[in-house]
């Protein structure tokens, strides 16, 4: 059996000021468990990374990006580059956020050009997928990731997702307080598994899949039980310190 190390971030979204980022870092890094298994990752907004960067120096814990340009260089007012992330030590980058998709109308071409840019740069994009409520309702969920999956895979090609991370977060999940049970998380992440061991069975079986929408430690250790989900994807609760180190120390 393939060991796959568990993975934990944090995905602070557009929230915290300096005020409050500076001792929720510190507290991370002083409250994180030395035996926890878990890889820890923080993604924060991009005005903090040099603030994280700092912060994180000489902790186990490892910074990441919530989003990226889908260009390399240039007149790209208000972009950020991949290249720019790895100066300020972003190991991570999210790409395809179901808010992304959603609010900023990004497109699965465009999803697959900044995951290119992110491992042009050295660092391994953790692709978000995931469907909205009436597409589950129709019976359409498993076509939807599908899809969102193909068109990076015929992109970057198969072996690039051996260098990356996918985040199943179903998108009525996220924010609602409305978690997909252990049994659905576990059913799409098997899906996501079949799927890309029809293209490569190596990087089926050592991807890491993680879960996101509404995780807290009340309902995390039932979700990271299941045999396909290897960690999470955590957004309003990884703003409160406390919950945050207890769902990194489920691991
Ligand atoms: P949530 O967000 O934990 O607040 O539902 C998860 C995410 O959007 O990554």
Redesign the pocket.
């Known amino acids: 059996m393939v060991h796959r190390r568990p993975l934990v971030v944090a995905?602070w979204k557009m929230n915290g000021s300096l005020a409050t980022i500076r001792p929720l870092v510190a507290g991370l890094g002083a409250g994180l468990k030395p035996d926890c298994e878990a890889e820890v990752v923080v993604c924060a907004p991009y005005v903090y990374l040099g603030e994280l960067a700092e912060g994180l120096l000489d902790l186990e814990i490892v910074g990441g990006a919530q989003n990226v340009s889908h260009e390399q260089a240039g007149a790209f007012t208000g972009e950020v580059s991949a290249e720019m992330l790895r100066d300020f030590s972003c190991a991570y980058v999210i790409v395809g956020?179901s808010?992304r998709r959603l609010l900023y109308a990004e497109t699965d071409t465009l999803i697959a050009t900044k995951f290119g840019r992110v491992q042009a740069a050295g660092l391994q994009p953790i692709l978000c997928v995931g469907e909205q409520l009436e597409e589950r309702q129709r019976g359409d969920a498993e076509a939807v990731i599908k899809q969102q999956l193909r068109t990076v895979i015929e992109t970057a090609g198969i072996a690039a997702l051996s260098q990356a991370v996918i985040a199943y977060?179903p998108v009525w999940?996220?924010?609602t307080g409305e978690t997909a049970s252990p049994q659905q998380a576990q059913e799409m992440h098997a899906f996501i598994r079949l799927l890309l061991r029809g293209y490569d069975a190596t990087v089926a079986a050592e991807i890491r899949l993680i879960y996101?929408?509404?995780?807290k430690v009340s309902n995390a250790e039932e979700i990271f039980a299941m045999a396909d989900v290897d960690g999470g994807?955590?957004?309003?609760?990884s703003l409160d310190r406390a919950e945050f180190l207890n769902i990194c120390h489920i691991f």
């Open positions: 995905n956020h808010e977060e999940a996220i924010g996101g929408g509404s995780v994807l955590i957004g309003g609760a």
